[in-house]
């Protein structure tokens, strides 16, 4: 039978377009030009494939997102966007989306993200639905970069790791927190025992309980077996808990409690187990302002935040770009069974120069869309997406280019590129918003 696709997108032609193309490749697909068609959509019937724009005339990717876990969590959610949606399309994939394309869509890309997707649909039986704990990472995909921003994190990692300390990472979406705390785990003397991660913000409220604890058979309307709560399954080993700003209040009570007793009870049970685990935690979010504003518990916060590492941004670590491209290079060769050799000289210049706002994972699915659609030996410059394109030649105001005699002519211009808005030029310019400024005393620019 078939695999039944719904597209959502406010582009009329796009839309039809897009079905036409999916339904020669043997799809059965289904058209949604608003939110409000797509929920009546996801209502009717069950989709094994949801493509759909983040942005949308009555609401966004995001709640799409959203409705459809509640209602089919097996259903691959693939995410298309611009640029300046790709941080938004990031999270989104946190919470539970399969992928994203950049926008203009490559229909051999898209192809083959569904097929992808189906794949591992394919691989997670519907036992698996509304399961928060996630693969083990194998600790050989994290590689180790070479700046002194590379050398002080992994002296953090190595520091911590055989201590029974908890470890609360943060970093931006895409920087490599769930990896940096696999290998704080296999250095630890815990690495025998088990490495459970668990995506907070995949967790219903009203199932934390059973997803944290267990819960014993008959214990409630759909409890049809006994369950093995992440603590217990965890016993002995490191209990990852990603996205951890994410978890309702109510759930962080419960949470320290057990934290706190080393001890849980399932749910409908009336012993407890105890537990000896250690916590790595894992947030995108400063848990610091979340304390401040009462969104988050402030023993939790500290009983978490024992020791603290920042996962760096990519581009904070320009001599590390091209190992992690390398890298990501020989993944996307055995994935797509290709022998791409390396990268056009003006390739490498546009990835070292680029912000990489997604950081590896948007280098990670870059590469492996510029692989897919390189012919030659070497993945050139107009394979890559559009939007590092426009990053390039909006980069080239830099300062950096002009001598000082020219350095007015370049502030002037890349305030007018940014509306003058000061903090968008100073990003242009390649300077923090404090140069800037005195610069604009400097030159006597009155804004």
């Not at 876990?69 to 989104?92: C, R």
């Not at 209990?239 to 209040?249: A, Q, T």
């Not at 050799?341 to 990835?351: A, P, R, S, T």
Request: glycine share 6%.
């Amino acid at each position: 039978m078939a695999s039944k696709i719904l597209v959502i997108d406010d582009d009329t032609s796009f839309c039809v377009m897009l079905k036409t193309f999916l339904q020669k490749k043997g799809y059965e697909v289904t058209n949604a030009f608003t939110a409000k068609e797509a929920e009546e959509a996801i209502k009717n019937q069950t989709f094994d494939v949801v493509l759909t724009d983040i942005r949308l005339p009555d609401s966004d990717g995001i709640q799409i997102l959203k409705s459809i876990k509640e209602v089919s969590f097996a259903t691959q959610v693939i995410l298309m966007t611009g640029y300046t949606d790709i941080k938004t399309a990031v999270s989104a994939m946190k919470m539970g989306a399969y992928d994203y394309v950049g926008k203009p869509i490559n229909p051999d890309e898209i192809l083959h993200t569904i097929e992808q997707s189906l794949k591992k649909k394919s691989e997670k039986p519907e036992v698996s639905e509304k399961k928060a704990e996630k693969q083990i990472v194998p600790t050989s995909a994290f590689v180790k970069g070479i700046s002194s921003t590379s050398d002080k994190l992994h002296e953090y990692i190595n520091l911590v790791s055989p201590t029974n300390m908890s470890v609360l990472i943060i970093g931006d979406s895409g920087t490599g927190k769930e990896y940096i705390a696999h290998t704080i785990h296999t250095l630890s003397k815990r690495k025998e025992k088990p490495f459970i991660a668990v995506d907070c913000g995949a967790i219903p409220k009203e199932l934390a309980s059973s997803e944290f604890f267990g819960h014993i058979k008959g214990s409630f309307t759909g409890a049809i077996n006994d369950k093995v709560g992440h603590f217990e399954a965890a016993n002995g080993g490191t209990l990852f808990l990603d996205e951890v700003g994410n978890l309702s209040y109510e759930v962080q009570i419960q949470l320290l409690r057990a934290l706190q007793e080393r001890k849980v009870k399932p749910v409908g049970s009336n012993h407890e187990i105890k537990v000896d685990i250690r916590v790595v935690a894992a947030t995108n979010e400063d848990l610091s302002e979340a304390v401040k504003r009462g969104d988050f518990r402030e023993d939790l916060y500290h009983r978490l935040n024992e020791f603290c590492i920042q996962a760096p941004r990519l581009s904070e670590r320009k001599h590390d770009i091209m190992i992690f491209a390398h890298h990501f290079l020989a993944q996307a060769n055995d994935d797509l069974e290709k022998n791409i050799q390396g990268f056009d000289d003006e390739v490498i210049e546009l990835f070292m120069n680029y912000d990489w706002p997604g950081n590896l994972r948007e280098m990670k699915n870059t590469i492996k869309r510029s692989v897919l659609l390189t012919k030659g030996d070497f993945i050139p410059s107009d394979v890559l997406p559009q939007e590092m394109l426009t990053a390039a030649n909006e980069s080239e105001l830099s300062v950096s280019y002009y001598s000082k005699e020219n350095e007015e002519i370049a502030i002037r211009s890349a305030l007018e590129r940014a509306g003058f808005n000061k903090s968008k030029a100073a990003k242009l310019l390649n300077i923090d918003r404090k140069t800037l400024y005195n610069k604009l005393k400097l030159y006597s620019i009155d804004l």
